[in-house]
């Protein structure tokens, strides 16, 4: 956990950098143009500024060791500021972008030289993909760990802090391309509606990468389950104890970032006795912490199934 943690926090603090310096210099860029893309970019960066300093607190929050009052750990305030970080996101980032591009089409505002703009984008292009490539890195790590794709990981992380970086950057590479082709279409055209809609088309971005974001730290803050590749194998390991004839039923809940929470009930066979049962539970928690280095607790249960009860 403390190196995961550690990984998850240079990653946000790479990516906190480049959006506070990324930020400021779209802002001199935009006022100088007078771009409402370029003014949405400044605020995309701003809010995802906000948001890499939220997620700091996520990853240092999410990081507490257990205590009397939180014996599970602090694991799920990682999952709260995080969606705090996608709010900031969606109220700081898509609602200044989509109003103030309303705003540029209805007014239909003229642009000042937009050479700077262009500079700031293509600089700001290249520290967003040096963010992406570090955060996509971790990515790979992991999924190496747990034997699956990149994409599947991704998909069901409980890595928030990881999992926003990797969206917001993609989705700020994708803005800085609609920036650049608004200040091109005006340029081309003369008319105010290409910039505007740029604008608007950004704040669209953003409102679908916060939507999402909130959603899945919003499962995890009501007891999402590991995923069903980890649970088909946390299963697997059950069933090849010689002691255990089946698993009545099965559990799991990720807890914090990457830790995952495990409670079966156990059908042990007739034969085995008392301290058999004991040592195989023993022996069954040492296995599934070695196979998942991210299950921190497990709790066994020996119950007989219901045709045995019969």
């Known amino acids: 956990m403390a190196d995961k943690s550690g990984e998850s926090l240079a990653t946000v603090l790479v990516a906190g950098a480049a959006n506070l310096a990324i930020a400021l210099a779209k802002l001199v860029a935009g006022l100088i143009g007078g ?14 500024t906000v948001t890499e300093l939220l997620l700091l607190v996520s990853v ?3 990081g507490k060791p257990p205590d009397e009052r939180h014996p599970f750990g602090y694991g799920k305030a990682g999952f709260f500021w995080a969606m705090m970080a996608a709010i900031a996101t969606l109220v700081g980032g898509a609602g200044f972008s989509i ?3 309303v705003h540029e089409i209805s007014a239909g505002e003229k642009l000042g030289n937009l050479t700077p703009s262009y500079i700031v984008l293509a600089v700001s292009f290249a520290l967003e993909a040096v963010s992406l490539t570090r955060a996509l890195t971790q990515l790979r ?6 034997e699956v794709s990149p994409v599947r990981l991704l998909r069901v992380t ?3 802090a990881l999992k926003a970086v990797l969206f917001e950057d993609a989705a700020a590479l994708a803005g800085l391309l609609i920036a650049a082709a ?3 279409g005006w340029q081309v055209t003369g008319s105010p509606v290409w ?7 950004i704040g669209l971005l953003l409102l679908v990468v916060a939507l999402t974001l909130i959603q899945s730290n919003l499962s995890l803050l009501i007891g999402q389950a590991a ?3 980890v649970e088909t194998g946390i299963r697997a390991v059950l069933l090849a104890q010689p002691e255990v004839e089946d698993v009545v039923e099965l559990l799991t809940m990720m807890i914090g970032p990457g830790d995952i929470l495990v409670a079966a009930k156990i059908d042990f066979r007739d034969e085995a006795t008392a301290a058999g049962v004991e040592l195989a539970c023993d022996e069954v928690d040492r296995r599934l912490r070695e196979r998942f280095p991210g299950v921190v607790q497990v709790f066994l249960d020996p119950t007989p199934t219901r045709r045995r009860q019969v």
């Open 141 to 146: 790590k992991e999924a190496g760990a747990y």
């Open 182 to 184: 608004g200040l091109l």
């Open 158 to 160: 409980s890595d928030t």
């Open 227 to 229: 995923p069903r590749q």
């Open 195 to 201: 910039d505007g809609a740029a604008s608007v088309g």
């Open 60 to 62: 240092r929050r999410a």
């Open 99 to 101: 109003t103030h591009g």
């Open 35 to 48: 771009s409402a893309a370029m003014l949405s970019e400044a605020a995309h960066s701003a809010a995802d």
